[in-house]
C-alpha cells in the first residue's frame, strides 16, 4: 500500500485531481507502525522538496 501511495504522490505531482484523495485514504488504511513510519517519512520529505527531483 505504501508503494501505491508513493505512486499516487507522483500522479499528484502531475495534477491527477484524484491523488490526493487517494493519498489520504490510504493514510488512513496504513495499518503497521514501519508502514506508517516509512509513509509519513516520505510525504514529509516531497512537501519539504515540493514535488522537484
Do not use: P
Amino acid at each position: 500500500m505504501v508503494r501505491f501511495a508513493i505512486t499516487t504522490k507522483e500522479f499528484l505531482e502531475k495534477r491527477y485531481t484524484f491523488a490526493q484523495d487517494w493519498i489520504t485514504n490510504v493514510t488512513k488504511k496504513v495499518q503497521t507502525d514501519s508502514a506508517k513510519k516509512l509513509l509519513n517519512a516520505f510525504l514529509i520529505h516531497s512537501l519539504i522538496l515540493g514535488g522537484e527531483d
